[in-house]
């Protein structure tokens, strides 16, 4: 064989090797992404299955828009609507205290903040997400309750207000990090066109790098309140265990997640308070899902638009 048609052959070889790579590569991450995908599916199934019996106690009706839950009255009052205002109102709160300050905090850290100074802030910030809930929680019954109380003269720190606060505190760093990785994701001949027109850093941020970034800016919202309208052991700690509609925002709430956790352990197995706990996280499992699409929904439309035009 001469050496032209050897090094062709052991080209080819060595592409069919590499082919073969790419093929069992691929092969590899679709099966991650298919039990990813099938785990999720068979979680679902399982939710359902799970709580959906407890129809045959309280219509679909009664048990959204009912205002009591007494699971172990003869009959039991199965009316979540409380639970799910309180849901509704600490994820809201919380966006309130945690959106502004985790855009702000990621503005100042890509746009405003010298490179050791980031450097600093940055680490700092991400550090608090990987705080436990529970230590979370435990500052807010054992520091926050007692200065609530103190500050608003009000009989019961541990409340609908707490629970927020908390909640937001958990979601900055989350909004933070992933905000900051969008805003400087911008080209930075959009900033230098805009300061060559004459317009102030101020202005060059508010105008053109916020809308450039704000696709990202918009995913970063959502899985930091995606983290507060699903968590579990702040509410249950901070939140007031109390099962009512809030008139105030010192009132005592349960949100679903706190119900779940609080009752599960002593609810009869496949009992009717069972099914009943199932069904609270299938209706959370259903306004988690519609607020991700909705935002998701919205982001990729802002995306569209941007690009358009």
């Keep these: 064989m001469t050496y ?9 070889t060595s592409a069919g090797r590499r082919s073969l790579k790419e093929k069992i590569i691929k092969s590899i991450f679709l099966g991650i992404a298919l039990a990813s995908i099938t785990t999720l599916g068979l979680i679902t199934v399982f939710l359902f299955l799970e ?4 129809l045959q106690y309280v219509s679909v009706k009664e048990l959204i828009t009912g205002t009591l839950w007494y699971p172990t009255r003869e009959p039991p009052l199965f009316g979540i609507l409380p639970l799910i205002v309180a849901s509704g109102c600490v994820t809201l709160l919380s966006a309130i205290f945690s959106v502004p300050l985790g855009i702000m905090t990621a503005i100042y850290i890509a746009e405003i903040a010298g490179p050791r100074t980031a450097e600093i802030v940055k680490p700092t910030v991400e550090i608090l997400a990987s705080l436990p809930s529970v230590v979370i929680g435990l500052f807010g019954l054992v520091v926050v309750a007692p200065l609530l109380q103190r500050m608003f003269g009000i009989p019961v720190g541990v409340n609908l207000f707490n629970a927020s606060l908390m909640l937001g505190f958990m979601a900055v760093p989350t909004i933070c990090s992933i905000s900051e990785d969008a805003i400087r994701s911008v080209p930075g001949s959009l900033r230098e066109a805009s300061l ?5 850093h101020l202005e060059t941020i508010i105008k053109i790098v916020l809308p450039a ?5 918009a995913t970063a919202v959502i899985l930091g309140m995606s983290r507060a309208i699903g968590e579990t052991m702040v509410v249950l700690m901070v ?3 109390a099962a009512m509609i809030p008139e105030s925002l010192f009132d ?7 119900s779940i956790a609080a009752e599960m352990a002593e609810a009869p197995f496949r009992g009717s308070h069972y099914h009943a706990l199932f069904a609270i996280g299938a209706v959370l499992f259903f306004f988690t899902l519609v607020f991700n699409l909705t935002a998701d929904y919205l982001s990729s439309r802002y995306k569209r638009k941007q690009l358009s035009g």
């Design 4 to 12: 032209p048609a050897f090094r062709k052959e052991r080209n080819m």
């Design 239 to 241: 939140a007031g265990g």
């Design 213 to 217: 970034g704000a696709s990202g800016i």
């Design 196 to 200: 060559a027109l004459g317009a102030t």
């Design 51 to 54: 709580g959906l019996p407890v």
């Design 252 to 258: 005592p709430v349960r949100p679903m997640p706190a």
